[in-house]
């Protein structure tokens, strides 16, 4: 466990005062799609959500969130788009906390946009621009509250914001539009909005109210436990295009290992044959017992006469449902043998040349198909490439291509040597992964 706690905030309250608030906070800016799974968030983490995205950029997604509750991560909503979050999230383990969060969580406000404004980018301090709707609704009750505007003057203020676009929705504009507001009832509203966010703004004091109880609880709590979230392949597709790690070292060891094929075939039989952690100690006949077996089980040998023909047709073919790469377990398996280092190093080193690259105005994505295909001919010393991406993870010359397009600047370019990702006496344990 880390016990580390990660802020995402924006106008409800700047990164740089989160520290201020909640001292060893990591601040990160407002929350979009893809940060909660390309942040370095794990067990034992806590994560605060205060503001997100969803204009600009495709807002955070409900999966997101609960694979870090699945992960073992503490995730807490408040403000705005985090109160929005854990109200639609508190059956899965979200919690949420604050005024704006309990109006959602009850039903009273129900509306995305009641927490919507525009804001400057995270380097101007994510100032905001307009106001949120709710933010009016707050003060003006207040203020009716404490008899500085009447319950007529109250509905117009309410009634003005709610016409209003998120994006238009500046106090000004506000004012000009709520017919027949009283010239007394507009003073008392400037007065009150020219004095700092935090007297008046319900996200904000919603945010600093959240942060200050956690700067009093040292650690993230542990919370009742909820049922597993199956992991979909959506959240798989997110998860490999914000971390492209994993892809990178399959698609590294394919192309540049002599021995990736009987890699390859290992973890696909220890998938087919559900069996994890499938160590170098079984033989290849008794994984293929297995994997045949389990076939046996699904019905699928009624449709063939030859056994071993329908293994090397489902090896060949595998994929994940939704057409996915098993990434996850060739990943884990190419870093437990001891050429794994050698097929890291080689990912880190076509990196670096795609940076130099790109300088130049040449992009690694936009590599020639052919010289990439001329290339592999030569290196795996074959005529026809058909069967050789086929035992390689490859389904086509597309995906070859889509896949391997990164690396074909050093392919081409540096041509290095064939690498063996297993030594002599090597033992390396597979793990069968895969996405419920």
């Excluded at 994510?126 to 509905?155: F, P």
């Excluded at 017919?179 to 904000?204: N, Q, Y």
Aim: glycine share 8%; with cysteine; proline share 6%.
């Amino acid at each position: 466990m880390t016990g580390r706690t990660h802020v995402f905030s924006g106008p409800s309250l700047p990164a740089t005062d989160v520290p201020a608030v909640l001292p060893g906070a990591i601040s990160h800016p407002p929350v979009r799609h893809g940060d909660l799974l390309s942040a370095p968030i794990g067990a034992g983490d806590r994560v605060v959500v205060l503001d997100g995205v969803f204009l600009q950029s495709a807002s955070v997604r409900h999966k997101e969130i609960c694979e870090l509750l699945a992960a073992g991560v503490e995730v807490w909503g408040a403000a705005s788009m985090g109160a929005l979050r854990a109200a639609e999230l508190g059956p899965q383990g979200m919690r949420g906390a604050g005024t704006v969060y309990r109006l959602f969580d009850a039903g009273l406000l129900e509306r995305d946009d009641e927490v919507a404004l525009v804001h400057t980018e995270p380097d101007d301090g994510c100032r905001a621009l307009t106001v949120a709707l709710v933010s009016v609704r707050m003060l003006v009750r207040r203020m009716r509250r404490n008899r500085l505007l009447t319950a007529t003057e109250e509905a117009t203020l309410v009634a003005a914001a709610e016409c209003t676009s998120f994006s238009d929705r500046s106090w000004r504009h506000v004012l000009d539009t709520a017919d027949g507001l009283s010239d007394r009832a507009r003073r008392a509203v400037e007065a009150a909005v020219t004095r700092p966010a935090a007297t008046w703004d319900v996200k904000v004091r919603d945010a600093v109210r959240l942060l200050r109880r956690l700067a009093r609880c040292p650690g993230p709590s542990p919370g009742a436990a909820e049922p597993p979230t199956p992991r979909t392949n959506h959240v798989e597709r997110w998860r490999r295009r914000v971390r492209p790690c994993d892809d990178r070292l399959v698609t590294a060891a394919a192309l540049y290992t002599v021995d990736y094929p009987a890699l390859y075939r290992r973890v696909v039989l220890a998938l087919i044959a559900q069996r994890g952690d499938i160590s170098g100690e079984i033989t290849d006949d008794d994984l293929e017992a297995h994997a045949l077996a389990a076939v046996r089980r699904r019905g699928l040998l009624a449709l063939h006469r030859d056994e071993r023909e329908l293994l090397a047709e489902l090896v060949r073919g595998f994929r994940w449902s939704g057409g996915l790469v098993p990434t996850p377990a060739l990943s884990a398996a190419i870093s437990a043998t001891s050429g794994g280092g050698t097929v890291a190093a080689l990912v880190d080193g076509a990196g670096r040349l795609n940076d130099r690259l790109a300088g130049r105005g040449h992009h690694a994505e936009h590599s020639s198909r052919a010289a990439l295909v001329r290339h592999l001919h030569r290196r795996w010393n074959v005529t026809e490439l058909d069967t050789e991406l086929a035992t390689r993870g490859f389904r086509d010359l597309t995906e070859l291509h889509d896949r391997a397009a990164w690396f074909t600047p050093q392919l081409v370019l540096t041509s290095p040597d064939p690498v063996r990702l297993h030594r002599p006496d090597d033992s390396s344990t597979l793990t069968a992964d895969r996405p419920g």
